[in-house]
C-alpha cells in the first residue's frame, strides 16, 4: 500500500516562505522521481517541481529562482521549499511519486495573502 503524506502548508503572506513535507511508504523511495504539483481553484493542475532518484531536478519557469525541491532519502521524505512567495501561489499543493506519475497524496493547502 503506497501512501503520499502532505504536510507544512499553512498561511504565508507575499514573500514569506514555507516548507513542505512529503512522506512516504510502501514503496522503495529512491527508485522512484518525486513530484510537487498545485492546483488552484478553476484551474488545471500542473507541475510546480520534479525530482529523479540521481537529483536531476526540474522546475515550472514561474517557480524558477523561488522554489526548491530536495529530497531525503533515510527518511523517505521530500521536500518543497518556497520562498518569495506571492498571491497566485495560493493553491492545493499534491505529492506525487512513480515513472508514470502513480501515486499522490491528499494534497496540503497553502494560502499566500497579507
Known amino acids: 500500500q503506497v501512501q503520499l503524506v502532505e504536510s507544512g502548508g499553512g498561511l504565508a503572506q507575499p514573500g514569506g516562505s514555507l516548507r513542505l513535507s512529503c512522506a512516504a511508504s510502501g514503496l522503495i523511495f529512491d527508485r522512484y522521481p518525486m513530484g510537487w504539483y498545485r492546483q488552484a481553484p478553476g484551474k488545471q493542475r500542473e507541475l510546480v517541481a520534479s525530482i529523479t532518484p540521481g537529483g536531476r531536478t526540474n522546475y515550472a519557469d514561474s517557480m524558477k529562482g523561488r522554489f526548491t525541491i530536495s529530497r531525503d532519502s533515510p527518511k523517505n521524505t521530500v521536500y518543497l521549499q518556497m520562498n518569495s512567495l506571492k498571491f497566485e501561489d495560493t493553491a492545493v499543493y499534491y505529492c506525487?511519486?512513480?515513472?508514470?506519475?502513480?501515486?499522490w497524496g491528499q494534497g496540503t493547502q497553502v494560502t499566500v495573502s497579507s
Open positions: 506525487s511519486s512513480g515513472w508514470s506519475w502513480t501515486y
